[in-house]
DNA sequence: ATGAAAGCGCTAACAC
DNA sequence: GTGTTAGCGCTTTCAT
């Protein structure tokens, strides 16, 4: 392994010398750079970021933690958190919890062993006191974990009223809504909300069904889907995630029903999984890029010392499919 | 920010001994370990774990590189790889080139700064010359990249002959083949061969349309599936990628084509797209998880200085739909 | 403009 | 068993 001190030697300056060339700082004369970058080139010289990171206290990493990546709206998430830190020079480390309160514990220790400079927590642990005692940056994405912690999300009430304003365009008379585990504290619950308020303030009747807790296989889905339709055969509009909404389209048409006629769906997320069935379902598209932006931005701000306040919100969309 | 030595100062020993009870290495009396672990909690003491990876010239860290993490496969295949190192208390940083070669390279870069101890490479760069002069421990996965380089894939000849075999136990009579851009080396270009030549030999006509490069949009997809059809119009059997395959579905739907009796489709790959539409499309299945484990075995033996010879390979399955 | 030297926080060889 | 000490490879202040 070649160090600084080598490409010193070899063109006859001081290790400084050699630091001050590498990361374009201070004044060096020209020549002595033609030197020193003549020595790096020969020796073929990279630098140790890892030392470079334990002088400066500083990783330029950032950690991410999402429930799962094999999930199409998390994988969307991670995407775009990438990208925007890519954009940053930050490197992700990810971590997906399952769910599972051990994993994120185990990763909120590498946080405090200062891997990484900050955190981006997207993940629903129920043991929210984990995060009591920590010095770095966080923010949390989509998700309430306490007063400490600046939340980025999408305006999920601006989304319960736009699924109530498409749902409201057609004759229903009994809407469901197929909703997370009640333990999941998150802000993505006020869509269901604002809709099942709006809806019933024009007499329409609103149900609720409960997805289990950690349960991510499609066919877990399905079975909410028909459990749906088994206890509310009188349905006839549907609200849920994407992956929720779908299998209940699935479901509604092997039983002949019809979108919108016979029943109205709107899918909450509007990833993929609403463009490729056989039919685009109608969706509030949450603006994960945009988001994740943001997320990343104010991470950063925290990590260069900045004080932030927030909570930051970004407004959905709809997106007009056919299903309602 | 509290250090060793102040632990040690705390506890009236030396560094060196706190750094023995921290790695629970050689031998420590009770007494002073005792006394160690009071002082570390008094003073609410965390290893710096960058100092650490210095002094070991270890992160334990590999980086993971993708075409994307939205992709429904990709996804998969990421969640199966965290946690895969997860187990092995491996760190996973996260790029996704989105078939930008610039991406990667500056991906490569960091690796051959020493931030990870390895990289599985998952991605299609064109620009193969990048992993010349590496000496960090590279696998690939599904992706042929030089021969120093051992690769990981699921068994896509085997996967073929699923395939045809799907396809023979209907009457067809011209397959469509949707492949990737000829540009991308990828061991999984086997499985097109080998189900043509199965099918040929059957007097079954073959032709092949190709996907644009770089081309990640669901509207992509729709696109050259609508192409297809119009090439083509006697097309009878499709093969393609999932999303390739649920595309066609969704035109050959609205053009009131029934599966399995109008048009016949296998998708390669498996992954929850083949689930989620109003009917499950017949696919191969690739083992995601056990490819990832693999993997994950493969770069650590190498870190660890095993020899290790390649290429390795897993048999896909094949998951019944009602499309062939 | 360049160099000497101290430090970032930890590990490990060696001496006691 | 425990302490001393010399690294790991880079950055940065302070002289010159």
Redesign the pocket.
Known sequence: ????????KAA?????????V??K?????V???KKVEAAMAELN????????N????RTNTIGVVMPSAAHPFFGEVIEALEAALYEQHYKMVLCCTHDNGETERNFVDMLKRRTMDGIIMGAHSLDVSLYDNIKQPIVAFDRFINNDIPIIHCDHEYGGRLAAEAFLQHKCHHLVEIIGHHAVKSPANAYHRVCAELLQAHGIKVDTIERPWNEVSYQSFLTVANRLFTVYPDVDAILGSDLSVSACLQVAKSKGLRAPQDIRMVAYDGTLVTQMGLEPITAIRQPVRDLAKLAVQKVIERIEGKEIDGPWMIKPQLLRGTTC
């Open positions: 392994m070649v160090r600084i001190k080598d490409v010193a006859g300056v001081a290790p400084s010398t050699v630091s001050l590498l990361n700082k201070g004044y060096v004369s020549a002595t750079r010289y990279i630098p140790s970021e890892v030392a470079r334990l002088s400066l206290s």
